[in-house]
């Protein structure tokens, strides 16, 4: 999955939506560009697109939102503990 997909992924799920809302892509000045994306996640699964050009998460998407948290956690708690272990920041 690409940086920009994960990225509308998080942004969406943390909108707080209730799973069953359906939501407008954002328009602005980089809307080819996220329109693009969006394409591509529905086209991988991740959304589903109705016929008034409104967007959900799938199941999948979820499941994709769920797991790039649980990898940035473990990717922080191992610099943290990094961190300690060198002691940077104690006095």
């Known amino acids: 999955m690409l940086p920009g997909e994960i990225f509308v992924l998080l942004s969406i799920k943390l909108r707080n939506l209730s799973d ?4 407008k892509q954002p328009l602005n000045e980089m809307g080819d560009y996220i329109g693009s994306i969006y394409d591509s996640l529905v086209s991988k699964g991740y959304l589903i ?40 920041g104690s006095n």
């Open 49 to 88: 697109k109705n016929e008034v050009e409104r967007y959900q998460l799938t199941y999948q998407g979820k499941k994709a939102v769920i797991n790039v948290l649980k990898n940035k956690k473990a990717i922080m708690n191992g610099k943290i503990r990094v961190i300690q272990e060198l002691h940077i």
């Open 20 to 23: 069953t809302a359906f939501f």
